[in-house]
């Protein structure tokens, strides 16, 4: 490869703005590595994570996005972000919360008829078919304000909010089971079931319960179906995380406690504060459940119903021998079935140790009624050493549990120690242990909650970036790190400040399992994935008043919106529908009307409403808010909100620009002068094996769709200028040059694309 000499390279990166500085010059390695202070060890790290243009990650994670109350989506091992998705916060650029039926979304979650607009979001579960993760849905909870959201990953796109028809809170979520028949998530606060009754503090023990939900999911609607979900009543232990069993547990679920102690704080009564009373005791339990069989028992009538909503009371349970509890030390977090679901790993918080109890030996403690005493509310207990396989001290603090490809291997974090150690939990041996930034909460392994981990990277979620970034404020970003788990050691990969949120917990895909779609059927509601009511086709766009409603059927492509005027009178209730008709791959077009705080994304077959009152007098422009071609900003139109009664004073149309006939002559040399280009890019496109390439083809079909448009312009322009009416001859001469421009610049990048993807001469 030919070199630029330094001195000219320095020249055009001083004139760039870069100033001299010396990286920009160096030319080896060897100088990038000095000037930059980098080591081997830095480079190789680099090595691992880069993923240079053109290529793409290997997984895609999903991550919580705390309090922002939506998910982040980045890709592994570069760490891109690719996408923020709004679930139970409004996201303008999505257009949720902004339109019509994303409204009615975020409506789902409405509480007591009050909108929540914001969302703690936590544990995110990828939709799962025999175990695996199949890449069709995703699930979220809140735990604030006890919900759980669908996302369907053909979009990524929020479908549904469903709230907890009798938590207060919730933790323990989402957790699907092996073919996602079930979205599990566990209340954490206790609080009474009754929705709006109140008990005093002093009646904890006997009025505020814990439980767990079982939302049935209805894989071929995408939807969670509330009537036919249903909750087990627990005791107010705090019940935590969950994991639902899998293999040889499948059929069972696991929540841990951290306040078995049911105890109540409250500095202002003289009592020790809930961190002292919640942790006093050495042991909480974990809630080991049947809940298939619960189900059964919901099915046969046997649960109660409280706002509606099935709930089987922990006496039937106990009597029917579903639910069961086994001590588990000390206040623990995480709870994790292995693989195979053999093993059930718990961390205990405030002990060194993780738990590994075996579902073998709890199932037979249960057969033989081997229990060593119940809990107050009469729950049989199982003995600690009856249900234990191993425990192993593996530092301060461990929270979470994640899984290796290789047998046996997994990772769980070390709050305290901020350490992911590396362990054998069937042999019960400590590996290996890396130090990671300050204080790790979650961990995450590739697919590392299905049956199949795909090992080869951990992600570590730091809690705190103290001293890590850029300073930007009091408030840090979060740092999520990557760890290459491929080899015997593990190397810390890559540093990523995660700018939104307080993340908690993340789930990652391999890429090649995720199918999303490029287009929908032109005319649909994307958040019902129905026919929309106000679906237009090209030629149909009009404008229907009725009364004082006015509804608007629209269309766009590129490059206006139809209609360019809308006229309305003040008061009047305005619905304006647009179908995005393009189908090319990323041709999305953003709508918005000055200051009447509505906002849509509508990506190609897109049918979406914008609703508002004109309760202002006066002018307001439209327009497309994403740049989609050349003539992006030409993308607009007038809403014009006359006064009532108004009556037009002066009758003259629109002022002409008296184009002559020379002008029209000039334009159909433009065109014919582009329509050569054109001619040209076709040639070599048809040249070559365009055909193999798909993302070719699509951009041949949009271009002849474009060009195809002419026709009947063409026919405009010289009907006109046969009238010798050069106004409109030319003006429409200069539309069939727009689509031109358009279809030449949609064979441009197909030729590119051929010419950087190797395509190969045909005869
Ligand atoms: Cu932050 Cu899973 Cu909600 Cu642990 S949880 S760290
Ligand atoms: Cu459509 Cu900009």
């Known amino acids: 490869m030919k070199r630029l000499n330094k001195t000219a390279i320095s020249l055009v990166v001083s004139c760039m703005g870069f100033g001299a500085s010396a990286v920009w010059s160096a030319d080896t390695l060897q100088d990038v590595l000095k000037e930059r202070g980098l080591s081997q060890q830095d480079l190789l790290a680099a090595a691992k994570t880069y993923v240079p243009t053109g290529k793409r990650d290997e997984f895609v994670a999903f991550s919580s996005g705390g309090q922002s109350g939506q998910v982040i989506v980045y890709a592994i091992p570069s760490m891109r972000i690719l996408k923020y998705i709004g679930v139970f916060t409004p996201e303008p650029w999505q257009g949720y919360g902004f339109d019509e039926s994303s409204k009615k979304v975020l409506a789902g979650g409405k509480i007591d008829g009050k909108d929540i607009t914001w969302g703690d979001t936590h544990h995110p579960a990828i939709s799962e078919t025999n175990g695996e993760y199949d890449g069709q849905f995703l699930f979220i909870n809140d735990k604030a304000n006890p919900r759980l959201a669908v996302i369907d990953l053909r979009d990524f796109e929020t479908k549904q909010i469903v709230v907890n028809p009798v938590f207060k809170s919730e933790h323990g979520g989402a957790f699907v089971t092996s073919n996602t028949e079930y979205v599990m998530e566990a209340a954490q606060y ?184 119940k809990d107050p509310y009469g729950i049989p207990v199982i003995a600690m050493k009856d249900a234990v396989a191993t425990q192993v001290s593996l530092g301060l603090g461990p929270l979470h549990t994640q899984y290796d490809s290789k047998p046996c291997i997994a990772y769980t974090s070390l709050y305290v120690d901020s350490q992911v150690a590396k362990w054998n939990y069937c042999e019960g041996k400590v590996l290996d242990k890396l130090s990671v930034h300050y204080n790790i909460g979650h961990l995450m392994t590739m697919e590392g909650d299905s049956t199949k981990p795909a090992g080869k990277y951990l992600v570590a979620m730091n809690k705190l970036a103290i001293d890590r970034f850029v300073p930007v404020g009091p408030l840090h970003p979060q740092n999520h790190q990557l760890i290459d788990i491929s080899g015997d050691k593990m190397q810390l990969l890559y540093d990523m400040p995660l700018p939104l949120g307080e993340p908690h917990y993340v789930v990652a895909i391999d890429a090649k399992k995720l199918k999303p779609a490029v287009r929908y059927k032109v005319g649909t509601d994307s958040r019902t994935d129905k026919p929309h ?231």
């Open 190 to 373: 206790a609080a009474p079931l009754e929705n709006k009754k109140f008990y005093p503090l002093e009646e904890f023990n006997e009025k505020y319960r814990g439980g767990v939900t079982y939302w049935k999911f209805d894989r071929k609607e995408g939807r969670l179906d509330p009537s036919k979900s249903f909750s087990l009543e627990l005791p107010p232990y705090s019940q935590d995380l969950s994991d639902l069993g899998k293999g040889a547990s499948e059929g069972w679920s696991f929540t841990n406690s951290f306040c078995s102690e049911r105890y109540v704080g409250g500095i202002e009564k003289g009592r020790p504060p809930y961190e002292a009373g919640c942790s006093a005791k050495d042991t909480d339990y974990l809630h080991v459940i049947n809940w298939k069989k619960a189900a059964e028992l919901v099915a046969a009538g046997k649960a109660k119903k409280i706002n509606g909503h099935d709930v089987l009371m922990m006496e039937t349970a106990i009597k029917e021998g579903v639910l069961f509890l086994i001590p588990e030390p000390k206040s623990p977090h995480g709870v994790d079935v292995t693989p195979d679901g053999k093993n059930i790993i718990v961390a205990g918080k405030l002990d060194t140790h993780v738990s590994v109890y075996s579902f073998e030996k709890i199932q037979a403690a249960i057969k033989a009624g081997k229990f060593e005493s």
């Open 533 to 763: 009511t106000g679906a237009t086709k090209a030629g149909e766009e009009r404008i229907v008043k009725k009364g004082n409603k006015v509804e608007v059927f629209g269309t766009l492509i590129r490059s206006h919106i139809t209609p360019e005027t809308i006229e309305v009178e003040v008061g009047d209730e305005v619905t304006i529908n647009l179908t995005n008709l393009e189908r090319a791959q990323d041709e999305t077009h953003g709508f918005t009307v000055s200051t009447y705080n509505v906002h849509a994304s509508i990506e190609p077959g897109k049918t979406v409403a914008v609703k508002f009152k004109a309760d202002k007098e006066g002018v307001y422009p439209y327009y497309c808010t994403e740049f989609c071609s050349a003539l992006h900003l030409e993308m607009q139109g007038y809403l014009l909100v006359k006064p009532k009664g108004w009556k037009p004073t002066k009758t003259a149309g629109l002022a002409a620009q008296n184009y002559t006939e020379a002008d029209y002559k000039a334009t159909l040399k433009k065109v014919a002068d582009t329509q050569a280009i054109i001619d040209s890019v076709v040639a070599y496109i048809t040249s070559v094996n365009y055909k193999d390439f798909p993302e070719v083809v699509a951009m041949v079909e949009d271009a002849f769709d474009q060009l195809g448009k002419t026709k009947d312009i063409k026919a405009k322009h010289e009907a006109a200028s046969a009238k010798k009416d050069w106004e409109n001859a030319n003006l429409w001469a200069e539309q069939v040059w727009q689509y031109q421009v358009k279809t030449a610049d949609l064979g441009l990048r197909a030729k590119t694309f051929l010419e950087q993807n190797g395509a190969k001469k045909v005869k």
